[in-house]
């Protein structure tokens, strides 16, 4: 039973179904007896595990093929009308080479399986900010993840009414043939199709698919913005509370930042920390000419490994319910999940996230894959923000952007105005760790943490943040800063405890943004004062000039750096913003 009489949702659903041929269709509700009876089924069928539910209420396991157990970004394409609109770092493909492909590959795909239709709203179901989009998948699993993900069911289609302002989103698990594997998304259709993967990041096509390729197209073309953006709130002991987007590469603390806990002197004085999202932020003008913001989702998709009570209690508090958990290892003795990082126990009597029997004690093998994951509902979370659901979004006060570097940028410094943050932003970079495959140290550049993200050529993007300041008030704008919690001495050890150490620069952000503290002028922005920022409490940690030598910006250093930047800035060609060009000519006449 269809839930919409929209007729372009109905055509579009009955030419797929006349492609993948499904044996039978089901709609979405959102209801709770249709979540339930779909987890009886992937139990019964093996697609899901459920666990001890004393423990960890309306929590299950799921294991993806072994082949299949990330994003795929050499798979991933851009498939505009031509080359240049997708631009120099995305793969692309021409369109009509693309559905041809694609359709080839997803036909008849569906017999012998189910179709699930899921209609959902990324964002409160009837706000400004938010957009609907109707995935079909032959995945339980899929569905089970957009429950948690995304707002769904009848209330989506009542929303969109008879509008065509909907993403199309196809995914067909095929053979989970890794040879035949590609996630496509078509900007100018609105449409994502995903085929031979059942991994989150490829299937669940609201998140980075929708929420940041296809809608940081949209944002462009209808002048608002997608960014790859965690948003938290800090509220003060007088109640006021500052909202700040802030945007990271992997691996440099996103999801531990948007969900800090305050060390002890900020807490004992009454500070809280608010997380509003910790992966994607939708960014508009307000009717009172400031920026606000809304995250689209609805739940966190977060990164197992390394999550503990120490390292991220809210995120681990928040995997405590109704969460379901990908690629981690299961506990046999009390039927519950383990992965390396969790604790310093791990079960001697388990199943790893490759399905063989596992003894933690022991092997040498990892009982929980690297990118495992956890799916869980974002009203799990201690410090989720009261504004969570506010369909007019919160504020901004400021933009953060931050990246991984040893020796070259300063704890924080501030751009000198708007044009020169997206600067800062645009030039974004991390040295590898040896984490990363290939070489530790080498510079990578990731403009606003959006290089695998951004749905159209990055020249534009960069234009369109530009564009986007050049309608603010500067009186209104929010303010640009750029952080660094990766200093490191000469021996190799990080000079800043960061964790949740970090508020203490996000203090001096938010006195920098209410006027309250000043700042000294270096070739590349305004750095604090040492005195301004609060070491109390954690002088056994680092002291005055330690904090001094982390605020220092070395000219030869941001020599070399200027010439990595006009490297990367020539793969954009004409489409580079003169604005840009004009800040990297300023960078170089500071430094001399």
């Given at each position: 039973?269809a ?152 209330s ?81 002991p ?19 930042l948007?969900?800090?806990i ?54 681990l ?65 201690p ?5 969570f ?76 943040w ?9 009186a ?23 964790f ?78 003169e ?14």
């Open positions: 039973m839930l919409t009489t929209n007729k372009t949702v109905l055509r579009w659903f009955e030419d797929m179904v006349n492609l993948v041929k499904p044996d039978r269709v089901v709609w979405i509700d959102g209801s709770d007896e249709q979540r339930d009876a779909l987890r009886a089924e992937a139990c019964k069928t093996g697609e899901i595990e459920k666990l001890n539910q004393e423990l960890l209420p309306g929590c299950y396991l799921h294991r993806t093929a072994v082949n299949d157990v990330a994003r795929v970004e050499h798979r991933t394409f851009i498939c505009s009308e031509t080359q240049d609109e997708a631009g120099p770092t995305n793969n692309w493909m021409a369109p009509g080479e693309a559905y041809k492909m694609l359709y080839d590959i997803a036909r008849d795909s569906y017999k012998g399986r189910t179709m699930y239709v899921i209609p959902y709203s990324m964002g409160p179901v009837g706000s400004p900010f938010s957009k609907v989009g109707v995935e079909l998948t032959d995945s339980i699993y899929v569905v089970l993840n957009m429950l948690i993900m995304t707002r769904v069911g009848k989506v289609m009542d929303f969109l009414g008879d509008s065509d302002d909907w993403v199309r989103c196809l995914h067909c698990k095929c053979d989970i043939d890794e040879e035949k594997r590609y996630i496509c998304h078509f900007p100018q259709d609105n449409t994502i199709i995903s085929v031979n993967s059942g991994y989150g990041g490829n299937v669940l096509l609201g998140k980075k698919c929708f929420a940041l390729r296809i809608a940081s197209y949209q944002g462009w073309k209808e002048g608002w913005q997608a960014e790859h953006m965690l948003i938290l709130g800090i509220e003060n007088q109640g006021e509370i500052h909202y700040i987007c802030a945007a990271f590469p992997s691996a440099c603390g996103k999801t531990n948007a969900m800090l305050p060390p002890e002197g900020y807490l004992k004085k009454g500070y809280k920390v608010w997380c509003v999202g910790d992966d994607i932020a939708w960014i508009r003008k307000g009717p009172d000419g400031r920026l606000y913001a809304i995250n689209p989702e609805n739940g966190f998709f977060g990164v197992a490994p390394g999550t503990n009570e120490k390292s991220n209690y809210n995120a508090a928040s995997t405590r319910k109704g969460t379901i958990f990908t690629n981690v290892a299961h506990n046999l003795d009390n039927n519950t999940v383990w992965w390396e990082g969790l604790d310093n126990n791990p079960p001697e009597n388990a199943i790893d996230w490759k399905g063989n029997p596992w003894n933690g004690k022991t092997s040498s093998e990892k009982g929980a894959n690297p990118n495992s994951r956890f799916t869980s509902p974002a009203v799990n979370c410090c989720i923000s009261s504004e659901e506010n369909p007019a979004g919160v504020p901004i006060t400021a933009f953060v952007f931050g990246g991984r570097r040893a020796k070259l940028a300063p704890l924080v410094y501030q751009s000198r105005s708007w044009n020169h943050g997206v600067f800062v932003g645009a030039v974004m970079a991390s040295e590898t760790t040896a984490a990363a495959a290939g070489a530790v140290g080498v510079v990578r550049r990731d403009p606003m943490a959006m290089l695998p993200f951004c749905g159209y050529n990055m020249g534009d993007y960069w234009q369109h530009i564009d986007i300041g050049a309608g603010l008030d500067p209104k704008a929010p303010k640009v800063f750029n952080v660094n919690w990766f200093r490191k001495d000469d021996e190799g050890n990080f000079c800043w405890p960061g949740g150490d970090n508020l203490r620069v996000l203090d001096w952000i938010i006195s920098r943004c209410e006027g309250k503290v000043d700042a000294q002028e270096t070739p590349i922005g305004y750095v604090p004062f040492a005195e301004d920022i609060n070491i109390e409490g954690i002088e056994d940690k680092i002291d005055i000039d330690t904090l001094r030598s982390i605020l220092d910006v070395d000219k030869s250093l941001w020599k070399t750096e200027s010439d990595g930047i006009a490297e990367f800035f020539a793969k954009f060609g004409d489409r580079l913003p604005a840009l060009k004009q800040e990297l000519e300023t960078l170089k006449e500071n430094l001399e």
